[in-house]
């Protein structure tokens, strides 16, 4: 079974300040992994993803996220937040094998807010 | 490339009726899911098809709930009966999976903006 643990419901930040967004999964298969931001109101749009390759992967708006397979975690970070990154962000999870291959698991997410 | 696209935006109903809503995926998307999202959670997995055939549904999916894809393009999700704890975000994605170069299927899972369904 997969199961996604956000382990902050709301991260307040200044704009301009570093922010990280904690993500950590657990799975009896190897997964890929994936960050979604929700504005109000919206449906999803993929920020950025891991399926192979290099464990530290670029995103859009100048987000970026490390996979650690050995603690489990895929967090989210960017050095310089602007107020148009608040917004609800979503970890997921998808394994790569087994006989639920289709479905993505996610986190319960974690509310942005940035603060001029 | 115009994106998940679903209909209707917003949808409210009394408890008891019927509602359909439909999502056309990204074209030559051959899966296209469904997801429900209650208020302060993530998507919850409803189910899923690969071009016409449902290839497996969430026990979430109760008997008041159907999906079809009839031709592999379009799909609709229809609540039967609806009652109040319905009333959610419904969110449809598409995608595409292709092997990689060591045969393991990727995929990424496009979004919709979703149907929003309140039962009163």
């Known amino acids: 079974a997969q199961s996604v643990t956000q382990l902050d419901s709301q991260v307040p930040v200044f704009e301009e300040a570093p922010v990280e967004l904690r993500c950590n999964y657990s799975s009896s298969v190897s997964v890929y992994l994936f960050w979604y931001v929700q504005y109000p109101n919206q449906g999803l749009q993929l920020l950025l993803k891991y399926l192979s390759g290099s464990t530290l992967v670029k995103g859009i708006n100048g987000f970026e996220a490390e996979f650690n397979k050995s603690q489990t975690s895929f967090h989210l970070r960017k050095p310089s937040v602007h107020i148009s990154d608040t917004a609800e962000y979503f970890c997921?999870?998808?394994?790569?094998?087994?006989?639920?291959?289709?479905?993505?698991?996610f986190g319960r997410g974690t509310q942005l807010t940035v603060w001029p | 490339d115009t994106g998940v696209s679903q209909d209707p935006r917003h949808k409210i109903t009394k408890r008891g009726q019927n509602v359909t809503f439909r999502c056309d995926p990204i074209s030559e998307h051959n899966r296209l899911y469904w997801y429900r999202q209650t208020l302060g959670q993530g998507p919850e997995f409803l189910t899923y098809f690969q071009n016409e055939a449902q290839l497996e549904k969430s026990r979430l999916l109760s008997d008041r709930f159907s999906a079809e894809r009839p031709k592999g393009s379009f799909s609709t999700l229809e609540i039967q009966r609806t009652e109040q704890g319905d009333s959610a975000m419904y969110l449809c994605?598409?995608?595409?999976?292709?092997?990689?170069?060591?045969?393991?299927?990727?995929?990424?899972?496009?979004f919709g903006p979703g149907t929003r369904l309140l039962v009163l």
């Open positions: 997921a999870v998808k394994p790569d094998r087994g006989s639920t291959l289709g479905r993505l698991y």
């Open positions: 994605a598409s995608s595409s999976p292709a092997p990689d170069r060591t045969g393991r299927l990727q995929e990424t899972q496009y």
